[in-house]
């Protein structure tokens, strides 16, 4: 479903009194600003995380062909038959990530040999190889549930965002998800459903210039005002430590014009849902501190049965890599009050399922539930191809990556992206059942 602009002000973005643009135009958490004076406390306390990262998640029902021409694909013995695809702008082109040499096709690479990342991006891009046990669109949640390994209602996206929201103080414990293509595309929380925020809806909300629901061109007034408000409650009863934390949190009018005009600036340039429009969106959402996890969908060739030379997945296999390298540059450019957001937020990816990558027929790929391809790219990933391909019947599926098994892969990527983000690992284990963490994959 997706929600009003009325619904999504009341029930996501701004919460109680606008909390989360009173947050913004000061600089003052939304747990103080929520909790008076009492939350002092617990506010001015020290995360035990030390490492919490935003997560960006783009994620898929369709079972697109994003494994069918990655790195760990290609190779001699049985790898040489796989049918990677021939269109020249997808030929085998080597690069190097995190230091080991690898091949994979040309819009993975770098800029120098016609491809897509530069190498600070392949530094940090973890490639895994999995195993999702299912060929099935409608089972997108249950592969988000890892096939049932995490606790009870739970899904990645909302552990992650459970454990990840009291550490970076965002304005919601909920993700938010943009760009849901279908259904099976939607997150839940506890076992309820989210609405479906797209660009435009998120655009038309944050820069209404006028009444109740006004958003970003009413910054400054709201800083003022809010600032009015606690002094009385805040300034008398709190200790000169509590005072000190307060002024070094607020923000100076001139900054908030600067964010005014930073966030306006960006979320003008949104005239669509497309997936630049998500992108630009969830960045703006990170910088506003609204909610840890966002989802978009960034397609890479889609449920590609009939695709005749597979021209439908070399067209969005180079522009879904290209919008990962936009994402990553946008972040690179951006930053909030604690710093740079290329340093603080990880993309993951996680699809129902990877595609067949034998010569089965001519004219497009069929679902394949041994193979999937995740990425995970973000300062707290160390670069590589994690797990591989090995024949599997008349196909190929997903090997063991190290001692873990093809079934447990799915529950340990899960693992491996809690304990990147610095997640402890009596809580992973608690809420992921099977599986282990691939600390190869950790930086």
Not at 86 to 107: E, N
Not at 189 to 211: H, M, R, S, V
Not at 245 to 264: E, F, G, K, P, W
Not at 386 to 408: E, H, M, W
Request: proline fraction near 6%; charged fraction near 10%; charge should be neutral.
């Amino acid at each position: 479903m997706t929600f009003t602009r009325r619904t999504i002000l009341s029930s996501t973005l701004f919460g109680a009194g606008l909390l989360g643009l009173r947050s913004l135009a000061t600089g003052i958490p939304t747990k103080l600003l929520a909790g008076g004076p009492q939350a002092f406390a617990d506010t001015m306390s020290t995360c035990a995380n030390t490492r919490p990262q935003y997560v960006i998640l783009a994620t898929s029902g369709n079972g697109d062909p994003l494994n069918a021409n990655a790195p760990g694909t290609y190779g001699g013995g049985a790898l040489a038959t796989v049918s990677h695809n021939l269109d020249p702008s997808m030929k085998q082109t080597a690069f190097t990530i995190g230091g080991t040499s690898t091949s994979a096709a040309m819009p993975w690479s770098t800029p120098a040999t016609g491809g897509q990342f530069s190498q600070d991006i392949l530094d940090r891009m973890a490639v895994f190889h999995l195993m999702t046990n299912t060929p099935v669109h409608p089972r997108e949640p249950d592969v988000l549930s890892l096939m049932d390994a995490t606790a009870p209602k739970e899904m990645l996206p909302s552990l992650l965002s459970r454990q990840l929201a009291p550490c970076l103080g965002t304005v919601q414990n909920q993700p938010i998800t943009l760009g849901a293509a279908s259904p099976s595309e939607g997150l839940s929380y506890g076992g309820q459903a989210l609405p479906i925020i797209p660009p435009l809806a998120l655009k038309a909300t944050l820069t209404n210039p006028t009444g109740p629901l006004a958003g970003l061109t009413k910054l400054q007034a709201l800083r003022d005002d809010t600032l009015s408000k606690i002094n009385d409650i805040y300034r008398r009863s709190a200790t000169r430590a509590q005072k000190d934390y307060l002024d070094s949190v607020i923000t100076s009018q001139s900054q908030i014009r600067s964010i005014n005009q930073a966030l306006l600036s960006a979320l003008g340039a949104i005239t669509d849902n497309s997936v630049a429009s998500q992108i630009t969106a969830a960045v703006v959402l990170i910088q506003m501190n609204v909610t840890p996890v966002i989802a978009i969908h960034i397609p890479f060739g889609g449920d590609n049965h009939s695709d005749p030379s597979l021209a439908n997945e070399a067209l969005q296999t180079t522009s879904g890599l290209g919008s990962i390298a936009f994402l990553m540059g946008q972040l690179k450019d951006m930053s909030n009050a604690s710093g740079n957001l290329f340093d603080q937020t990880s993309l993951i990816t996680l699809n129902v399922f990877g595609r067949t990558m034998a010569a089965i027929h001519t004219d497009g790929r069929d679902h394949n539930p041994n193979h999937q391809v995740s990425l995970a790219i973000g300062k707290p990933f160390k670069g590589g191809v994690f797990g591989g391909l090995a024949p599997v019947g008349n196909d190929f599926g997903a090997t063991k990556i190290g001692s873990i098994a093809p079934l447990d892969s799915l529950a340990s990527y899960g693992q491996t992206v809690m304990s990147a983000v610095g997640i402890d690992q009596a809580t992973i284990s608690k809420a992921i059942s099977s599986g282990q963490v691939i600390t190869e994959a950790l930086a």
